[in-house]
């Protein structure tokens, strides 16, 4: 299988209030369909390792290659790119747009894109919402839904542009079990049927259990 995403010792500081190793010499990579989480106790550096892999932040040294192609000391626009088609986000919060509707907020990173016609962007976003057993919400604005349709929605949203890897960072830290368990399974048909990578930064040890692999965390550093 191939490698979505590889690090290559991967390596950052934080330089103030302090000088701060935060990610030590950290190198792994993830295949074509596979659901990997990491784990690891607070503090020891998962959102920022979440935030150097999907190329938001740029500030550290080593090398990061997604679908074969090195993306490390790529210019902003560039960057920008690849993480708009590429890479599907799903956080703790949903970051929704209230007073949109569900349909409108799923098209969002593809309007952005502007690769394809209005007609064909809305036609995708339901196929996402159907996939995600939410089509017949489309019309409700996004506070009319509740909490659980909500992160169904981030996650139509995070497959609109048909990425080649989702991370996520807590995407059922804030969900009650029946609804985490929904978002796993979810996520879980997304590998095995689609064949999308997975890497979720998860606190919930259930949860990791039934991914393909656990990567643990331990004080920056990646254990064996
Ligand atoms: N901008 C920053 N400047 C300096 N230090 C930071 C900054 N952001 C985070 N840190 C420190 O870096 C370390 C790693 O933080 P990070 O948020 O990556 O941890 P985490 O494993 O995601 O924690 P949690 O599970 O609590 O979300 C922590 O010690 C944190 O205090």
Do not use: W
């Not at 088609?85 to 502007?114: C, D, S, W």
């Not at 409700?140 to 996520?168: C, F, H, T, W, Y």
């Not at 997975?198 to 965390?217: E, G, N, S, Y």
């Amino acid at each position: 299988m191939e490698n979505i995403l590889e690090a290559r010792n991967i390596n950052k500081h934080f330089k103030k209030p302090v000088l701060f190793h935060v990610l030590k010499d950290i190198s792994f990579s993830v295949k074509e369909g596979e659901f990997a989480s990491i784990m690891g106790k607070s503090g020891c550096g998962k959102s920022t390792l979440l935030y150097v892999l999907s190329t938001m932040d740029t500030d550290y040294e080593g090398q990061l290659f997604l679908h074969g192609e090195l993306v490390s000391g790529q210019p902003a626009d560039k960057l920008a790119y690849i993480r708009n088609k590429h890479i599907g986000f799903v956080f703790q919060f949903h970051y929704l747009l209230a007073e949109f509707t569900v349909l409108e907020n799923v098209m969002l990173p593809a309007r952005k894109l502007a690769e394809r016609s209005y007609e064909e962007i809305e036609q995708k976003a339901m196929e996402k919402l159907q996939i995600l057993g939410i089509d017949k919400l489309a019309l409700k604005k996004a506070s009319q839904i509740s909490g659980g349709e909500k992160q169904r929605v981030a996650i139509a949203r995070a497959l609109i542009n048909d990425p080649v890897i989702i991370m996520g960072d807590e995407p059922t830290g804030n969900l009650d079990s029946h609804n985490s368990e929904n978002v796993f399974n979810i996520f879980r048909e997304l590998s095995d049927e689609q064949g999308l990578s997975l890497l979720i930064v998860t606190h919930d040890q259930d949860f990791a259990d039934k991914t393909d692999r656990i990567i643990q965390m331990e004080d920056g550093r990646i254990l064996a």
